[in-house]
């Protein structure tokens, strides 16, 4: 992982587009969380996949036999490549992550600030640990940095969400 500041600023996601087939049926909530997670990637990213040449680049993302699939086209639509991700590394996780988010929501409404504090921790700690494994599972294929991977990583989640 590398800090986006350091990089071609071509070097990133311009526009990002979630498979409705792929995703779990969401509230309004959930929703929600996806435009902002979107909008936040969109803001401010790092993203090279290998041998992908020059960007900016388009990604479309999608679940296709539990598999997460980066369709990387470059700005414009002209198609560079896919890479193919095993969600199997990812099941754990997400799990964990999602007790978590229950846990956080619930001390929210019910406990004291400093439990509070504690399992947002712990969140955000299991969120840093799915975002390290999306690096690792995509090194070799596409560079990011810490804050591209974490958003990636919430988006590979909102494929979950309920």
């Not at 071609?8 to 996601?13: H, K, L, V």
């Not at 990387?72 to 639509?77: D, E, F, H, M, P």
């Amino acid at each position: 992982m590398t800090d986006a500041g350091d990089h071609d600023p071509n070097s990133r996601i311009v526009k990002i587009e979630l498979d409705e087939r792929s995703l779990a049926r969401a509230t309004a909530d959930i929703e929600h969380e996806r435009k902002v997670a979107v909008y936040d990637l969109l803001e401010e990213n790092y993203f090279e996949p290998e041998g992908g040449g020059a960007g900016p680049f388009e990604l479309y993302l999608s679940i296709v036999e539990r598999r997460l699939v980066f369709d990387v086209r470059r700005q414009g639509g002209e198609k560079i490549g896919q890479v193919h991700l095993s969600l199997t590394p990812f099941r754990k996780i997400i799990k964990d992550y999602f007790m978590l988010c229950e846990s956080y929501y619930d001390a929210i409404r019910n406990a004291a600030p400093a439990q509070i504090e504690t399992v947002d921790m712990a969140r955000r700690a299991m969120h840093n640990e799915g975002s390290e494994i999306l690096c690792e599972r995509l090194k070799d294929k596409i560079k990011l940095d810490r804050n591209t991977a974490r958003r990636l990583f919430t988006l590979l989640c909102s494929f979950h969400m309920r």
